[in-house]
């Protein structure tokens, strides 16, 4: 079965330190991969996402991404987080050979930035 | 700057009354979504529609159902509300050949 999984539930990082969020998919071929961050009472918004080419990809807000195919893996990361980054993030998978924007989704991990 | 407009943003139902979510999108796009979101499960897929009139059931369709009488909004109905159905519900839309949705800021129901 297609699935999404986020094995951390919440994290928690300090202002200024390093953040790696993991993404492992399950899918019968390599999706189109995506991250998107919720802030609190907000809708969901696109943070970046791969469709084929490099598989270290560049977002939104200072975020990248490396795709790795081994592994099923799509793992998100900063180098050094904000405390406006505190927000749950998505990862989710479409399949590429149907272009109508109907993803799988991830249970979410909840990111809260100590001062 | 593309929006997908959910009207009612906070709602209070009574167990057994049908209630209607809206919304409405302004970039022409073909492909309109219903997720709904729940702690610690994610967004789970309710019902899409890639055209005008057309629907297709998602991953728990049971007690919802929708409607697409125009390009631009996507109604999802729940016709008789249970507590079971207390949750945020997430509308989004995406451009035909596309795959990256835009959301709206979401509905949060809460049935008593």
């Known amino acids: 079965a297609q699935s999404v999984t986020q094995p951390d539930i919440h994290i928690t990082v300090s202002e200024g330190a390093s953040l790696e969020l993991r993404c492992n998919y399950s899918y019968g071929a390599t999706p189109y991969l995506f991250w998107y961050v919720q802030s609190p009472g907000q809708g969901l918004q696109l943070l970046l996402k791969y469709f084929s080419g490099d598989t270290l990809v560049q977002g939104i807000k200072g975020f990248e991404a490396e795709f790795k195919r081994s592994q099923s893996s799509f793992n998100l990361r900063k180098p050094s987080v904000h405390w406006s980054d505190a927000a749950e993030y998505f990862c989710a998978v479409g399949a590429p050979w149907v272009n109508t924007g109907k993803l799988i989704f991830g249970q979410g991990t909840t990111l809260q930035v100590k001062p | 700057d593309v929006k997908v407009t959910q009207s009612s943003r906070y709602l209070v139902k009574r167990t057994g009354e049908k209630v209607f979510l809206e919304c409405v999108q302004d970039m022409d796009h073909e492909n309109m979504f219903w997720y709904r979101q729940d702690p610690g499960l994610g967004l789970r897929l309710i019902y899409f529609?890639?055209?005008?009139?057309?629907?297709e059931k998602g991953d728990i369709p049971e007690g919802y159902s929708v409607s697409r009488e125009k390009k631009e909004r996507f109604s999802l109905i729940l016709e008789s509300a249970s507590t079971n159905q207390t949750s945020m519900y997430l509308c989004?839309?995406?451009?035909?050949?596309?795959?990256?949705?835009?959301f709206g800021a979401g509905s949060r129901l809460t049935v008593l």
């Open positions: 989004a839309s995406s451009g035909s050949g596309a795959n990256v949705l835009t």
């Open positions: 529609s890639y055209d005008v009139k057309m629907k």
